[in-house]
Structures are given as structure tokens and as C-alpha cells.
């Protein structure tokens, strides 16, 4: 296993290559751009043992991702003693496409350990069947004919053949060695361990450690390698039976604690070449998680895997962009295209959903005899005067929202703490004239009616009661008996009609749709240093930014022939590159570019990785 005190960090600004080489008798630990290296915190033991595992998981989402696709060849396995796959023997990723290949090699140790869990092994493999010195004395009438007869009257029975066997879980220390192994990576990837196993694990560690150290620290690593090393050597020497199931746990471990990294000769040993697919599909797939569906226009899914695509529903869209990038008889595909907000005149948001903090709370008070046909509906939040209903409510259920709407919130008196509404909650209010950017995220948090109408891609005022009010409310010929139409659309005791409803609804589109601009994003893994270097102006131009131009001039051509509510949106560029401080938010605006043609966005590579494993 590698001994991260020796890995040597590289930060190579013109090198795609992200993992561990071999140079000149050295291991080089290659980090991703973004990281830079007078940063004193990437030589810590720490730090390159944390990276180290988050890149390892990553490897192994990024690998079933590209198999699920059909891009990952087939592997070809090797014993190889030093448990180190060579990168000619490696698995190799290749994307049709471009021909952009992507080569794994692989730490067999490290793998092992993890590929030959088996649950259902282990535990059977520590419960043996064992033979009971117990008697069960209520049978011992079976056995008089055997016995023989003491003048004291007492009975002697030289043996007894009756089944006396008993599960006794006495652990064998092979099996207690691999799942504090196990154990150990496992904490180090954030994965969970069964407490059975978490036990046997608790139990080597007790017999031939003797303390709580982990064995991935500074300090121990070194000291708990050669215990571990002597243990398995004394287990080897005095283990009298070995089973095929006790060489698998001896071989895992094996390779494990002797597969030297140094053995090896000079060459790429384990990582992501061109790491620039991962990042793209990292960035993209974080954005895909973070943004309202129906603002994405257009996403190249080919790096994100299958089940988070689809998500991605473009009947729901606000406007679909997928089939228009095609000029001179050639395809030509940006990363993203989503609809961003301007918060102020000259800045706009990058179209994510999280545009205030999700710790954000509403305290929601109910309106004092606020009753709409025995339910209270009334709320009030600061100016805005709300209509509450629950979907599920019914003439039976006397105050049915208020104290519904209780069960999922915080309540105090008659005030309610609410972060977000549930679904079967919707809400409605007026939308005032100073519409703006907090009250869309709170549009959304509540389940603004209108919101979800726009999350369903309805940008006319008159299918608003085809395409929603129909879905939510049912039939119109229905909605004289439905208590929750009523409830939410009353005012005072009028009754809002359908036309009035959709007249409203069409005001609130003309100002959602005047604060919409059209963000092309392309991910790009190269530093910001690569971008602001006057010497670099050319290539930049040939190989990203004539293509930024026809993206918008095809953009804009669609716009033209679209509805007139869409033709003044301004369009808008974003560079998205990899970054990496302590302490860094996750998206930083870089120094002004092209004269704002185009934004240069930095994204907190850390973050983008630990969001992408976790998900």
C-alpha cells in the first residue's frame, strides 16, 4: 500500500494527467489544476491521503459511469506480485466521439480488499461448529444400557454419541485481520460498516495493536504496517486448516501489506488520464443537481450518468435548445445552456437554484380569523399576504392546513417556521412589482402555484388552465366542488375566475421572462493564468471562442423565430475553470475577460469532488 508521507505532490499546469507516476525512483503524486504548489497544505500527510481516496472513489463512479455507456474496454486482469496493473495493462476509456481516450491503471491491493467483501462469507466463515462438552441430563435414560452400576448407586456411562454440537463465534484472526482492514479503508472513503464487521475489526485491532490510532496516520502508518506485516506471518504459520475461503482473505491482504509501489518500473501506476472528461462530467453533473429543470435549455450528458439524465425532461423546458447547434453540415455542441436571473443591472446569477441560502427560513403566520370554508388558508410572511392550501384537505377536516402544515415545521403559537413547503402544499400570493430574485427562490420554497407552472415550461397565459390548473384541479367542470381550488383562489369572499387567473398569471410572466438572460457555460480544465496570458490570446481565440460565436449566433437565431416573449433575451458566456484554496465558496468570478464577453468563473475543484462522490 502506498505511504503517503512519501508521495511527492506535482502540481503541471500543462499536464492532464491526475494520479500517481513513477519518476525516477520517485512517486509523484499528480494534482489536478487548480491546486497550486507553493500551497504548503498539499505536502501534508493528511491532505494527500484524503485527496488520494476521494480521487480513488471518484475513479470508481467515473469507471461504472463510462461502462454503463460502452466506452470502457475490456480489462485485462494480471497477477502481478506487486500488486500494480502497468498502465499498457490497465482499463482504457475511449469516447467515440473524438477518439479522447481516458487509461486506468490499477492498485490491485487496495482493490482487492474491497472486491472480496463478501457479507455472508465473513460471517459464516467466524461462526464454526464446534463440539459441546455440555450433557443434556434429560436424555441420559437413553444411555443406561451403557452404563455401569457404582455400589453407592451412582451410574458411570464411559461415552455418550449424541449429536452435542453447538455455534460458537470464535472469530478466526484472518477474517478479524481483513475486516480491520476493510474497516479502515472503508472510513477513509466516508462509506458505512456493519457493526458486526465493525466488531471483528475492533477485535484485531485489540489482540495486536492495542490502541485507537488509525492506521492511515502520519505517525502510526509506518509502525501499524510492519505489526500488520508480522501478524499475518504468525496467523499464516499457525493456522492449521486453510481453506479455499481463508487463501482468498490471505492473498487479499497479501497484496495489500507487501505490494510495493517501488518494485515497479518508471510509468504512469494509477489515475485519470486526461482528467478533463471527469471534470467536465463532475461540473456539469453538480449543475444538472443545483439548477431547476426547467431552466436547463441544452446539456451534453455524454461524461453523466444515466440515472441523474434522466432527470432531465425537455417537454418541461422553458425553451428547448438541443436540436439547434449544427452549422455548415457539421455538429457543434457547447457544455450548458441554461436561463440565469440579473440580480442587479450588470450581474446574473449562474441560473442555480440555490440562489439564497437553503438555510433560509419563512416565518409564516396565520392570519387572525382566517378562515376560507373551515380551513385556515390565510397566512402572512412580512408584506406578502398568502394562500396556503393542502391538496389532501377535505370539508371533514376542521383547521385542516394550519395544523397539517405543523407536522413538517416548527410552530410557535400562531406563527410557523417553514424552509419549504411539502408537495402535497401549495401556495399562492400576488407578485408584486418589485419582483426580484429572493422572492422567485421563495416562489419555489413554498410551491408558488405560478412557479410550478413555470417549472412545467408554460410560458402562455391561456394554456395555464389547460396544462395545470387542469392537472392539479381536475376537470373545469369540477372546480365549483373543489375545496382546494377554492380555497386558494378566494379573495375575501370572491372567487377569482379562470380568466382573471390566467390574466394574473400573464402579468407574472412578463416580469420573470424581462429578468432572463441566456448563459452558455463551457467547462474547461486549464488554469486562469492559461487564459490571461496575452502570448495565449490566438489559440484561445481558434480553439474556444469562435466557437462561443456561433453558439450565439445560432442561439439568436432560434430566438427570432420563437415566441416574442423570448426575442430581447441577452445572451451570455461562461468559462468554468478549476480552482482550489482553503476556504474558497464554491464559485469565484474571475478578473475581467475579452471585455466581459466572456465570464471566467472559478469552481472550487474540492467541493465539486466531495459533492460528486457524496451524491
Known sequence: MINFAELKPQVNPKYSFVGIEKKRGKLIFHLPKGFTQDDPNIDRFDFKCELFFKLYKLLKIIQKIYQEKGYLHKNIKVNDRDGVLQQKEGKEVVVKDDQESILYSKLDGLDNILDIYDELKILAFVSRLSKSEIINYSKIHRYLHKAIFLNNGAIFIDSIDAPRQRISYEASDIVTMYCYLFSEIQQKLGENVNPEIATLSTRFREKYIGDENSLFSEIHYPLIIETLRDALEIIDKYTALKDIDYWDFYDAIEKFLFGELHDTKDGKIWGFNNFHSVWEGMCLTYLLKQTNLCFVSYLNSRYIASEIIAHLRYQNKIIDLRNIFHVNGKDIFPDAVILSFKIKDNLSNS???????????????K?????????????KYNKYQLKIADINQDYERENNTFYELAKFSKIEGDVLRVYSLPERFYSYWEILDDFNIEQLQMMKSLNHVFYLALKFGILSSDRFFQRFINYIFGPESLLK????YLSLFRD???????????QIFGNFLKKIMSKISIQIIDIKYANFDYYLNPENREEIKNRSIRKQFVYEYLIQNYLENH????RSWSINSE???????????????????????????GVNIMKVIDSYIES
Open 563 to 566: 415566441q416574442n416573449i423570448v
Open 367 to 379: 392570519v387572525k380569523n382566517g378562515n376560507d370554508l373551515c380551513y385556515y388558508t390565510r397566512f
Open 492 to 502: 375575501n369572499d370572491r372567487l377569482r375566475s379562470l380568466k382573471e387567473i390566467n
Open 351 to 365: 441560473g442555480l437554484s440555490d440562489l439564497v441560502s437553503p438555510k433560509t427560513s419563512y416565518q409564516i403566520e
Open 481 to 484: 366542488d373543489n375545496v382546494f
Open 575 to 601: 468559462f468554468w475553470l478549476p480552482i482550489y484554496r482553503q476556504n474558497l465558496p464554491l464559485f469565484t468570478p474571475g478578473a475581467k475577460y475579452m471585455d466581459n464577453y466572456v465570464k471566467l468563473i
